[in-house]
């Protein structure tokens, strides 16, 4: 068990739709990095949050946000779903501190848009 | 050109065979990190390197960072080792604080 928790587990919805990912990070840890894993592109950052605040952005496309809120929990909005948007969603978090610290990854979300 | 670049992409062994999945990177990094996922997608962190070498259990991985080539061995290699392996990096000088990851290792090890 990481200490990363991820909901929900499994989701299908439609295109066009919009979804909620969450993710509580393990205890302590200040940063929460969200990550898109998909057949074709395998696993790709898409956004981290460091104490609330956005720290840095990959390739996140414009339709999808996030946000991290005061207890460090962190929600993935993603809107406008397209078929190609079905992936892995895996959420992880890192301890405090310098550059290249462990990282913790949750369960992971499997979204299916149909 | 993908900057993580993982050999072999497929390796299918025999239990008990000594195994070595390299990974090559194009950028200057801060930290390199192997981790490994298991059918069902769950991703464990197996190591984090700098520098050197790091060893737990059967599991070796090494970092040249002048060569900027990493290495996971596993010895005594057993069916449970079956998994993707990733390697990931973490730059150093470019905005995005995230890993950037290779495509992955298909390991089948057989009994």
């Known amino acids: 068990d990481s200490g990363v928790t991820q909901t929900p587990k499994h989701l299908i919805t439609a295109t066009g739709q919009r979804v909620t990912l969450r993710c509580s990070p393990r205890?302590?840890?200040?940063?929460v990095y969200w990550y898109q894993q998909s057949l074709d592109q395998g696993l790709q950052f898409l956004i981290q949050?460091?104490?609330?605040?956005?720290?840095a952005k990959g390739n996140i496309l414009e339709r999808f946000s996030a946000q991290q809120f005061p207890d460090l929990h962190s929600e993935l909005n993603l809107s406008s779903l397209e078929l190609g948007d079905s992936a892995l969603y895996f959420c992880?978090?890192?301890?405090?501190?310098?550059?290249?610290?462990?990282?913790?990854f949750g369960e992971g979300s499997w979204l299916t848009v149909v | 050109k993908n900057e993580v670049e993982q050999s072999p992409q497929n390796l299918t062994a025999q239990e008990g065979e000594f195994i070595t999945i390299n990974c090559s990177y194009s950028?200057?990094?801060?930290?390199l990190h192997w981790l490994q996922q298991h059918p069902g997608g769950g991703i464990v962190s197996l190591f984090m390197l700098s520098s050197g070498k790091k060893k737990h259990g059967r599991l070796i991985a090494t970092i040249n960072i002048q060569e900027k080539h990493s290495s996971l061995h596993i010895t005594a290699s057993h069916p449970r080792d079956s998994a993707v392996y990733i390697c990931?990096?973490?730059?150093?000088?470019?905005?995005?604080?995230?890993?950037?990851f290779g495509k992955g290792t298909h390991l089948i090890i057989q009994p």
């Open positions: 205890s302590g840890d200040l940063s």
């Open positions: 990931a990096v973490r730059s150093v000088g470019g905005g995005a604080d995230g890993l950037t």
């Open positions: 992880a978090s890192s301890t405090p501190g310098r550059a290249g610290n462990t990282i913790y």
């Open positions: 949050y460091y104490n609330g605040e956005e720290r």
């Open positions: 950028v200057g990094i801060s930290a």
